[in-house]
């Protein structure tokens, strides 16, 4: 099972971007998806989560700029808007998922990470 993240780049300020992360493999289920950040010398912070009925969890650093959303499958994406340099940082998607078991069913939950996708924001 793996998770992966993309879309990260370079963008001037005000600017647009769209992240997408999606998990593979034999998943069952996918519940919570969350979008991370790490700046440099700053701590991990959860940016946007999204749960699996759809309810939708911000930061008030970015409320009314990004939106978290999900597909039918098992793919989020966090679309950033109004970009500032202040978002500078590398992104990371976690995913609570549950595998197949051996009788075809959801097991019990797991947790994963994805590798972060660097999103810089400069002039």
């Known amino acids: 099972v793996q998770l992966q993240a993309s879309g990260g780049g370079l963008v001037q300020p005000g600017g647009s971007l769209r992240l997408s992360c999606t998990a593979s493999?034999?998943?069952?289920?996918?519940?919570?998806i969350d979008w991370y950040r790490q700046a440099p010398g700053k701590q991990r912070e959860l940016v946007a989560s999204i749960s699996v009925t759809g309810t939708t969890h911000y930061a008030p650093s970015i409320e009314g700029r990004f939106t978290i959303s999900r597909d039918a499958k098992n793919t989020a994406y966090l679309q950033m808007n109004s970009l500032e340099a202040e978002d500078t940082a590398v992104y990371y998607c976690r995913a609570v998922y549950r595998p197949i078991d051996e009788y075809g069913f959801g097991g019990r939950s797991y947790v994963m990470w994805g590798r972060g996708t660097q999103v810089t924001v400069s002039s």
């Open positions: 493999g034999p998943i069952f289920s996918v519940d919570d």
